[in-house]
């Protein structure tokens, strides 16, 4: 089974709201176009783990969604919630070759370089870790990082043996496999980080 790595920009608002009830992070890797009746469930099954005290609000709010989605047939929610979503960036398994050749290291590394790795970690397990979150400041320092990048130089870090010795996730053995994916995959991190920066937006990255 592959482990595929997705970038989701989320408006500041989802951001603090992650912060608040770290479990959204985890509703909302498994389902990041928005509200649906699967995500009440999922969210209500979750209720017990939450501090007594949250329970009895998030019941309530969870049961006010369930009524609006059931009103419209269980399609996804207009709220404002889900419109400070943007379209999920799939890395497929490309993630651990960014992460190398961004850090040298297949393992944590500190940030900028280390963000596709890092962040705060929200939620629950998801069977890889946890989401990780990324505040507004750490989104624009991270597009600025990618911005100073090339896909040349990003390539010319590409070291088969050690990449074999320290093993980078993704089964590529072919040099210029590997170089094709970089070219595909960077600029499409690169341009979607970048641009969430711009809007003022944090990020949520998980594996799965």
Not at 15 to 29: F, T
Not at 93 to 115: I, T
Not at 181 to 206: N, S, T
Request: proline share 7%; hydrophobic share 45%; with cysteine.
């Amino acid at each position: 089974m592959s482990m595929i790595c997705t970038v989701l920009g989320i408006s500041p608002s989802i951001v603090a709201a992650i912060r608040e009830k770290p479990m959204m992070a985890s509703a909302l890797a498994q389902n990041p176009g928005g509200a649906s009746i699967a995500l009440v469930d999922k969210a209500e099954s979750l209720l017990a783990r939450m501090p007594p005290e949250q329970q009895e609000i998030v019941k309530a709010r969870l049961a006010a969604v369930r009524a609006q989605l059931e009103a419209q047939g269980g399609a996804a929610a207009p709220s404002p919630q889900t419109q400070g979503l943007e379209p999920p960036l799939d890395l497929h398994k490309s993630w651990h070759l960014l992460h190398y050749v961004f850090s040298g290291r297949v393992d944590d590394a500190p940030p900028p370089e280390g963000e596709l790795m890092g962040g705060e970690a929200m939620g629950q397990d998801l069977g890889y870790g946890p989401p990780h979150l990324h505040d507004v400041a750490a989104t624009r320092t991270f597009a600025d990082f990618l911005a100073a990048q090339t896909v040349d130089a990003l390539q010319a870090r590409i070291d088969l043996d050690k990449m074999d010795d320290i093993y980078v996730y993704g089964g590529l053995d072919d040099e210029e496999e590997i170089r094709d994916d970089l070219e595909h995959f960077f600029p499409r991190l690169r341009d979607y980080v970048v641009a969430m920066a711009d809007k003022g937006y944090g990020l949520l990255i998980w594996l799965s």
